[in-house]
């Protein structure tokens, strides 16, 4: 195991290496992201497979935009680059992060990758990015991870509107912590109770999947038919995935 420092400072990139796995941190223990060195576009963390559960309701095509709110190692950009035909814009507050990735987390160049360098809570803000991303993958902590950085009533009604007309958030929450509440609140208030849940998992965390646009109302054998092309083609756990989601619902249909 190696570790590469920097200044002490909070939210400074540092990195360590343990069994093949590069990890990124902001100066503290708290793992900020990781990459598999022999297959850098696979998404090691779990809960970062669980940032994709949006695949179980849209398929993203050429014409579509996915937004990543928090860079940290450059997992989810990798896989969405790698897996989708979907360009992706990645918004991260501190050129030092970017610095990093493109240094040892193999941060893709790709004409459908862009990053912005701005605070998300603005970026959603901003006429520009109205309904641009049919997709919202928001994964915001700082060097103490205390919960998300950015997470008042007007960050989500911002990312709300951030959403095309049919769109899905996906935000990492830490279930067992006084944060949850709150967040899982405003979500709910910004999208009008359109909220799934996937069960938390062993690190805390709870990824949790907002949608904007017409009802979805399809039966249970739909649903885990389509979680199984998910499986097939990302090699992600996409009936388990979809059981989990199916088992919250009245009559195991899936309505949101």
């Not at 992060?97 to 901003?126: K, M, N």
């Not at 949790?208 to 499986?231: H, S, W």
């Amino acid at each position: 195991m190696f570790e590469l420092s920097g200044p002490s400072e909070d939210d400074e990139p540092s990195l360590s290496e343990l069994d093949g796995i590069r990890y990124l941190h902001f100066g503290t223990e708290w793992v900020q992201g990781a990459m598999q060195i022999a297959k850098p576009a696979e998404l090691v963390l779990a809960y970062t497979q669980q940032m994709m559960a949006w695949l179980l309701f849209l398929e993203p095509t050429k014409a579509d935009t996915v937004g990543i709110l928090g860079l940290g190692a450059g997992s989810l950009l990798r896989y969405t680059l790698k897996y989708t035909s979907a360009s992706v814009v990645t918004v991260e507050w501190n050129p030092a992060v970017t610095a990093v990735c493109r240094a040892y987390f193999r941060l893709p160049e790709s004409q459908r990758s862009s990053i912005d360098h701005c605070d998300a809570g603005r970026w959603v803000e901003e006429s520009r990015n109205i309904g641009r991303c049919t997709t919202l993958m928001v994964d915001l902590y700082d060097a103490h991870a205390q919960g998300p950085v950015r997470d008042s009533p007007e960050f989500y009604q911002g990312c709300f509107r951030s959403l095309a007309d049919t769109g899905i958030m996906v935000v990492n929450l830490f279930g067992d912590h006084a944060s949850f509440a709150p967040n899982i609140r405003n979500i709910r208030e910004a999208f009008d109770g359109r909220v799934l849940e996937l069960p938390e998992i062993d690190a805390g965390n709870r990824i949790v999947l907002a949608f904007k646009g017409p009802l979805l109302d399809v039966t249970a054998r739909e649903f885990l038919l389509r979680a199984e092309d998910v499986e097939s083609k990302y090699g992600l756990p996409g009936r388990r995935w979809a059981r989990e989601l199916l088992s919250q619902r009245p009559g195991r249909s899936m309505t949101v």
